[in-house]
């Protein structure tokens, strides 16, 4: 058996493992959904959470930014998506200020990269979360300019911004 035979082997393995090792984690997880019921509806019929908390984790979903019909203001848009993503994370037990990486999807990166910085300033303050952000062609729906996703961790009971170490993090 040749070195990427062996390789692609031992990866698969891998992944194996980890999937069985974390086989019952989702179900021990706290999901986050929409208050709203129509959203709670879309959700359900999509068979998503707006977020996972898993141990003190907290995977918030793709969250899809658009203008209004008549909008043409991309901060007034990501204000309120911003505003929004704050709200799902009070419910997941967290804030802005726990955030530790986002990725954004953005239908025009450098049109909307201004914009999204200039909002991005007002709820997120250092240390700053990793942040990657890529271009793609379309998003669900279709009027939808960007798209967030991002993972925070539940801060301990007590704990406030920069008082959380390497220390503090899973064994």
């Known amino acids: 058996m040749d070195i990427v035979m062996k390789t692609a082997l031992i990866a698969g393995l891998g992944l194996i ?9 989702r179900q021990n997880a706290l999901a986050i959904m929409p208050d709203d019921a129509e959203v709670r ?19 918030l979903s793709g969250y899809v930014v658009n203008l209004r019909r008549g909008e043409t203001d991309l901060q007034t848009a990501y204000t309120r998506a911003f505003q929004e993503i704050g709200q799902i994370l009070g419910r997941a037990g967290a804030s802005w200020d726990d955030v530790v990486d986002i990725t954004t999807y953005h239908t025009e990166l450098a ?14 303050r250092a240390p700053y979360p990793a942040w990657t952000a890529v271009e ?21 009971s007590g704990a406030t ?11």
């Open 111 to 124: 049109t909307q990269m201004p914009a999204i910085v200039a909002v991005k300033r007002n709820f997120v």
């Open 41 to 59: 509806s879309f959700h359900e019929e999509w068979s998503f959470s707006e977020a996972l908390v898993v141990g003190d984790t907290v995977y």
């Open 161 to 171: 911004l920069g008082q959380l170490s390497s220390d503090d993090g899973p064994e």
């Open 17 to 25: 493992y980890t999937c069985t090792a974390n086989a019952g984690t």
């Open 136 to 156: 793609v062609s379309r998003l669900i729906p279709d009027r939808g300019i960007t798209e967030i996703k991002l993972v925070a961790r539940v801060r301990p």
